[in-house]
């Protein structure tokens, strides 16, 4: 994995001292027993399954939620379709995510897409059950414009099970994808990186799994999760894992 350097931690001190506001916070969902969306989007998950409250990375009961994974019917969140998650630049996903050693399927985290009536893709952080000869790996992925495939980054040690662990994604258009672990780029991708994502597909959003998909459950927890319009930086990522942030949405226009 790639470190942290010293320029880095700089800008983290200088972020703890600012309490900056970063890009549009289009979805937060905290996941304090529910799947609320509390970015002023209006992007609430409704339970598909069983969902349930679990300790987060904190030790605070019901402060996180727990994914059973089941294939057939995993526990998710659906977060709909609105146009403020139709995404076609520049995005970021964070999220605190706890991985059971049991699982054995791809697990989604965040993600667009779906199978309703043919693939759609538009967005996912997830882990793959396996992918270039690793198991579980952090992955991250966009939709090529006009829905003709998708292009990620896949990281090249597995995923970390039984501890929390913060995960984030982030596309810059026409050049890069990122994954980032515990504030430390672990992955990057500059080769034919769209320079526009596929974003008006018909899928929801979901948490836990994607619509329509079977086998793709997260089987842990998950907590803090959000979704920006913008590529955040290795430095606002970190302020975002350490808590010390402060990130708006800008307002919603009316009817979102």
């Known amino acids: 994995m790639l470190k942290k350097n010293c320029l880095s931690l700089v800008l983290v001190f200088v972020l703890l001292l600012a309490g900056s506001a970063y890009g549009d916070l289009v979805g937060h969902w905290e996941m304090d027993g529910n799947g609320l969306d509390s970015s002023g989007y209006g992007n609430n998950g409704t339970a598909v399954n069983t969902p349930t409250p679990t300790t987060d990375r904190l030790g605070n009961p019901s402060s996180a939620m727990a994914f059973d994974g089941v294939v ?62 690793v198991s579980r790996p952090a992955t991250f992925m966009v939709g090529q414009p006009g829905n003709v495939g998708r292009v990620e980054i896949i990281d090249d040690v597995p995923l970390t099970p039984n501890i929390w662990v913060h995960m984030a994604g982030v596309y810059t258009p026409g050049v890069s994808l990122k994954i980032y672990l515990d504030g430390d780029l672990a992955a990057i991708n500059t080769s034919n990186i769209p320079t526009s994502q596929y974003s008006n597909g018909t899928s929801h959003l979901y948490i836990g799994s994607f619509q329509g998909g079977a086998d793709v459950g997260w089987n842990g927890a998950l907590d803090d999760i959000r979704l920006y319009n913008e590529a955040l930086s290795e430095a606002e990522i970190e302020a975002i894992m350490l808590g010390t942030s402060v990130v708006k949405a800008t307002s919603p226009s009316p009817g979102n």
């Open 72 to 133: 057939g019917a995993p526990d998710a969140f659906d977060c709909g379709n609105d146009t403020s998650i139709q995404i076609s630049g520049a995005m970021t996903i964070t999220a605190w995510v706890y991985l059971n050693s049991t699982s054995s399927t791809n697990g989604r985290i965040l993600s667009k897409l779906g199978i309703p009536s043919g693939v759609d893709w538009s967005y996912s952080l997830n882990i793959e059950n396996s992918a270039n000869g």
